[in-house]
């Protein structure tokens, strides 16, 4: 493979035997092995154990499990969307296939519209915006698609201020990338790259992470009919398409179906039907201080959140990471008791078992020691008096022991060298 995986463009699946998420992986890698085969792509689909063959693995940078790579020539490129077999083959087909793929006539033009949703186009001769434009394709074309035509193939409700230019079409409109005003031309790629209105999932917010922008999300059940949950939706839509030459620099708009994945993100619990403002650069977030009725309030809303006037809670401080510390721990114990309440006994409760003997067998080994070291005190010190007084009544046997195995010419002698010494 590494001797000949350059005479082909490979789409390979890093994965480890053990890891659960390459297992759900393998049916759907498979259905993407057979379509390709079948629809005659130039794509080689494979798959390596990364554990077997670490060395290529490190190599290509594989640091977790599944990790899908488009392999072409010198370049390798990471796959970082959902999981899908159409979203799999589609990302293998654009990759694989020309950077910037020229629109020759009208009817083309109107063709990839139908198809793609967003489309970037470069309108113009050679320039150093266009060899721009093309370092910047190759580096974002695992995200979208990147074509090129002359002013003659654009529809006709479309003007350019000057040549050559770069567009974006999208939402049913265009906008005209401006050096002065959107700065980098790669950020402004990576900015405009969605929809102005997505379904939003925790998927889709890590992407959006990237762009820099503020996130308005309508937090809804989608299975709820009520008119709250409706109008907030319809509010949020209105604000992104009647306001977008407002707001479309500085705010992405959509809907996030139920509240869990928004309430550990924030760790609060926010009743739905509701809005919520996400700063994903610095996880800081919006709330609005009153109930938004109309499409004015979001949009009253919107200017304070620019204005600096509205408050903005969360953050990435200090005390914030410690509170992420502690829900994160919190969470992890609670789910693991509800999905199983024996093995959250197991877990916790086996630790906290050992701990509490252990700390049990300390403090009664400490108080039986001071027991017997003060019981054996007292023991010492009567030991001593009883050997003292012994010693004494020994003494004075002894001595009259003495005086009476002495014989009488002893005695006087020992009665004359007393006096002696008196």
Do not use: C, W
């Given at each position: 493979f590494k001797e000949n995986r350059k005479d082909d463009i490979w789409l390979v699946d890093f994965y480890a035997p053990w890891c659960g998420h390459c297992k759900k992986l393998e049916p759907v890698w498979n259905e993407v092995g057979t379509e390709m085969r079948n629809m005659g792509s130039p794509v080689k689909v494979g798959k390596m154990d990364a554990t077997s063959f670490s060395s290529i693995a490190s190599e290509f940078g594989v640091r977790g499990y599944p990790t899908i790579k488009?392999?072409?020539?010198?370049?390798?490129?990471?796959?970082?969307?959902?999981?899908?077999?159409?979203?799999?083959?589609e990302f293998a087909n654009r990759v694989a296939g020309p950077l910037i793929r020229p629109l020759p006539s009208q009817h083309m033009f109107e063709h990839v519209q139908k198809r793609h949703r967003v489309?970037?186009?470069?309108?113009?001769?050679?320039?150093?915006?266009?060899?721009?434009?093309?370092?910047?394709?190759?580096?974002?074309?695992?995200?979208?698609?990147?074509?090129?035509a002359s002013e003659d193939v654009l529809p006709e409700y479309v003007t350019l201020p000057e040549l050559p230019a770069v567009m974006v079409f999208k939402d049913g409109t265009y906008f005209v990338y401006d050096e002065y005003e959107d700065g980098d031309l790669s950020s402004w790629i990576n900015r405009e790259r969605f929809q102005g209105y997505l379904h939003v999932d925790g998927f889709t917010l890590y992407e959006l992470g990237d762009?820099?922008?503020?996130?308005?999300?309508?937090?809804?059940?989608?299975?709820?009919?009520?008119?709250?949950?409706?109008?907030?939706?319809?509010?949020?839509?209105?604000v992104a398409r009647d306001y977008r030459d407002h707001f479309h620099r500085d705010f992405q708009f959509g809907h996030m179906d139920g509240n869990d994945y928004i309430n550990s993100l924030l760790m609060d619990d926010l009743t739905i039907?509701?809005?919520v403002v996400l700063n994903t650069s610095n996880q800081q977030y919006f709330l609005p201080?009153?109930?938004?009725?109309?499409?004015?309030?979001?949009?009253?809303?919107?200017?304070?959140?620019?204005?600096?006037?509205?408050?903005?809670?969360g953050g990435d401080g200090l005390l914030q990471r410690i509170k992420r510390i502690i829900y994160d721990a919190k969470s992890t114990i609670v789910s693991v008791f509800k999905s199983s309440p024996l093995l959250g006994c197991f877990l916790f409760g086996l630790p906290l078992g050992v701990i509490s003997i252990m700390c049990y067998g300390i403090c009664?080994?400490?108080?039986?020691?001071?027991?017997?070291?003060?019981?054996?005190?007292?023991?010492?010190?009567?030991?001593?008096?009883?050997?003292?007084?012994?010693?004494?009544?020994?003494?004075?046997?002894?001595k009259n022991g003495k005086y009476t195995e002495l014989s009488d010419g002893e005695l006087k002698q020992k009665d004359i060298v007393e006096k002696k010494k008196d």
């Open positions: 488009l392999l072409k020539g010198d370049l390798a490129y990471n796959y970082r969307g959902p999981r899908t077999k159409d979203d799999i083959i489309l970037f186009v470069y309108v113009g001769g050679e320039s150093p915006l266009k060899e721009k434009y093309i370092e910047v394709a190759s580096e974002l074309i695992v995200y979208t698609y990147f074509f090129s762009t820099g922008k503020l996130v308005a999300i309508a937090v809804i059940d989608d299975k709820n009919t009520s008119v709250e949950h409706t109008r907030l939706k319809s509010i949020i839509q209105e039907p509701t809005i201080d009153r109930h938004i009725e109309s499409t004015e309030d979001m949009v009253q809303f919107i200017n304070n959140i620019l204005d600096g006037t509205a408050e903005a809670q009664t080994a400490d108080t039986e020691g001071e027991v017997f070291e003060h019981e054996g005190a007292k023991k010492e010190s009567g030991d001593r008096e009883l050997t003292d007084e012994g010693s004494e009544e020994e003494q004075e046997e002894e």
